[in-house]
């Protein structure tokens, strides 16, 4: 594997590990359709100028259009309204794991609509990764009960749906759709299905203190996920092959689990540990 391609990988899932950490620091002053409806927004006005004078758009015909659209309707709006939904009711040292599980759906969808080759490396990547998130989780779920139990399998929906929409997103790059059109697509998705939610919804904006530290939080939240996590992560996979660098997705739990100590305050166990060390040990296999 080309070291470049690792190292964007690594830079997309650490910007996107800090995106969840935020997101939970946001959802203590915002509700979560509120947040997920500003971060596109936010992120648009860093893509639009970067789609202007960076790339030029490639488009590739109207099917994979569509295509990019799907990914950005799995991931970016059902995927992200789901999760952040969990996030703002469930501990982050929970939902992080198991909602970052998405490189064992990610490499099977890749072999399965890609057609790409089963390398017994990657399967082995993917076990340590899954493992290791799985710890995490084994580990964070440890006194809790009740309403917890149900956020869990919606977080593992949420892994299916992101893993889903790697292989998609590939087949666009490789159709011949640049990378700033699929990014455009997918976060302009996002903002259109945010926002019809929030005009949807019954119930005010919940403020619990004055927004305004939530709405800069958001904006850097939107920045790293729907920005230069995106430019990172889709330069990353137009090198290589979508099966490989699925793998890398295990690295936003791994730096998930880090912020959520470093950010968040809480604290490490052995257990925890081990979990993020099987978690890199994947992540170190498939780079090298």
Not at 133 to 151: A, K
Not at 201 to 219: D, G, L, N, Y
Request: aromatic share 12%.
């Amino acid at each position: 594997m080309e070291l470049i391609a690792a190292m964007l990988a690594i830079g997309a899932t650490l910007c996107w590990g800090m995106d969840q950490v935020l997101g939970k620091l946001s959802l203590r002053d915002i509700d979560f359709l509120t947040f997920n409806a500003m971060r596109p927004a936010f992120a648009l006005i860093f893509v639009l100028p970067y789609v202007l004078f960076v790339e030029r758009l490639a488009w590739g015909g109207l099917d994979l259009i569509v295509f990019a659209a799907l990914a950005g309707i799995l991931a970016e709006f059902i995927g992200a309204e789901l999760y952040f939904y969990v996030m703002e009711k469930s501990k982050a040292n929970l939902v992080i794991p198991v909602g970052n599980s998405d490189p064992l759906w990610a490499s099977v969808f890749s072999i399965l609509l890609l057609g790409e080759k089963a390398e017994i490396v990657v399967f082995v990547s993917v076990a340590l990764v899954t493992l290791g998130v799985f710890i995490l989780n084994w580990e964070s779920r440890r006194g809790s009960r009740g309403d917890l139990q149900s956020g869990v399998g919606l977080a593992a929906l949420v892994a299916i749906l992101w893993g889903v929409s790697l292989p998609i997103t590939k087949h666009c790059l490789e159709g011949g759709m640049s990378m700033t059109a699929v990014q455009l697509v997918r976060v302009t998705v996002a903002l259109l299905g945010c926002n019809v939610l929030i005009l949807a919804r019954r119930t005010p904006m919940k403020r619990k203190t004055t927004p305004s530290r939530a709405f800069k939080i958001t904006f850097i939240s939107g920045f790293l996920a729907f920005f230069l996590g995106f430019v990172l992560w889709l330069q990353a996979l137009k090198m290589e092959a979508a099966s490989v660098i699925s793998s890398f997705l295990g690295g936003k739990a791994f730096f998930g689990f880090i912020f959520c100590a470093l950010i968040l305050k809480e604290k490490f166990t052995r257990r925890a540990v081990l979990g993020m060390v099987l978690t890199g040990l994947g992540l170190l296999l498939v780079s090298i």
